[in-house]
């Protein structure tokens, strides 16, 4: 099979520093932590003392300055292990990045170095009730108040919500002016006003929490603003790719692992006389599958190298992410009806798969949002021939 080439050195011996640690850290309480709906936060504090959380901060915000693929090592080893309960993706990739592309170098120092350290942990306040994908459409309000801003309303799907100690929030400060009216604000966990719903119960994902936020008159100086007044549906723009590539990087190593364990299960079941994976049917699957999973790997490692040279644009990422997530929810269905019976069982990883796959079709945009974006560059470029 066509070989991974991304990699150097010192990222496999990363890889297999975060592989023991996976192992050893969370896989034997995974399971204790889906049932409690939550991760503790001690194991944020190990993490960051082995060097897992926000790998490319630069060393005078507390980081190691490393290269992207040190997160994606990080992104793909928890995948890997079935570890969906760990909200690392969305602090490292989601909430350090906008502090470290957008913030102060006031908001920088204060944030990030204890976000590398997990002494603090990172969320992203978007989504509203009545507001996903359009995000231009969110009522959250931040009116100015004397020299503070005084922000209402509330927040839904929150990952991380229950824990975070920063969030990256989302709000109008101009109901009039559409996407020209959305700020962004820090938003620290201890500020008065800011109060936690309940952990709301997923289909899948259990061991991380997911919650509802409300801000009732919260307060917050301009210096919590991050970037500009009027600018923060521009900002978010600028990270959507990111986004879609972190889901697709999950969605490719899923279905990875999700065909191994099956090829692993059919050798060793026997039925009729021979074992599973002798039978034709199982081998046809299983080998589209397998070729769907390769494509879907060198797509995602090419949108990796074009994030790094800093040319992965939209549609590419759209692209990735469709692909890559519709083949991870295929992958989990097709891998459990292999295992019959016993796929149908919590206790079989596959089972948690299934359940965990569907959100990354909704997840960073939803399908049809992504093809709504690939079509409309097609008709740009029909245009353009025209």
Not at 353 to 360: F, N
């Amino acid at each position: 099979m066509i070989e991974r080439n991304l990699f150097r050195e010192e990222h496999e011996m990363f890889r297999q520093s975060v592989r023991r640690f996976v192992e050893k850290e969370i896989v034997p309480y995974h399971a204790q932590w889906e049932k409690d709906g939550i991760v503790p936060r001690e194991l944020w504090l190990k993490a960051g003392a082995q060097g897992m959380l926000c790998c490319t901060v630069p060393e005078e915000y507390g980081g190691l300055g490393l290269d992207y693929l040190f997160d994606v090592v990080v992104f793909e080893e928890l995948w890997r292990a079935g570890a969906s309960g760990p909200g690392f993706l969305i602090h490292t990739d989601l909430v350090a990045t906008y502090i470290l592309s957008f913030g102060s170098e006031a908001q920088k120092k204060k944030f990030l170095p204890k976000m590398v350290s997990g002494e603090w942990i990172g969320s992203l306040g978007m989504t509203e009730p009545h507001a996903g994908s359009d995000l231009k459409a969110i009522r959250t309000k931040a009116v100015r108040d004397g020299n503070e801003f005084l922000i209402n309303g509330q927040k839904v799907f929150i990952s991380n919500g229950q824990l975070c100690d920063v969030l990256v929030l989302a709000t109008k400060t101009d109901s009039e002016a559409g996407a020209k009216g959305v700020t962004l604000f820090l938003v620290e966990g201890d500020r008065p006003g800011f109060r936690r719903g309940k952990n709301l119960e997923k289909l899948g994902m259990h061991a991380q929490d997911t919650s509802e936020l409300f801000f009732d008159n919260m307060r917050l100086p301009p210096e919590n603003m991050l970037g500009e007044e009027g600018k923060g549906f521009a900002l978010m723009m600028t990270k959507l790719s990111q986004e879609r590539l972190a889901q697709a990087i999950r969605s490719a190593t899923v279905a990875e692992t999700v065909i191994e364990w099956t090829v692993d299960y059919t050798m060793n079941r026997q039925a009729f006389g021979k074992s599973l994976f002798d039978q034709q049917n199982t081998q046809f699957k299983l080998a589209e599958l397998k070729a769907q999973a390769v494509s879907a790997r060198v797509l995602t490692d090419k949108c990796i190298e074009l994030f790094m040279e800093g040319r992965l644009d939209p549609v590419d990422a759209a692209v990735a992410k469709m692909l890559t997530t519709e083949l991870h929810c295929r992958a989990a269905d097709e891998c459990l009806q292999l295992f019959g019976g016993w796929g149908y069982m919590w206790e079989m990883p596959i089972a948690r798969a299934y359940a965990d796959a569907r959100i990354t079709k909704i997840a960073g945009g939803s399908i049809e949002i992504m093809k709504l974006i690939i079509a409309r560059q097609m008709a740009q470029d029909a245009r353009t021939r025209i």
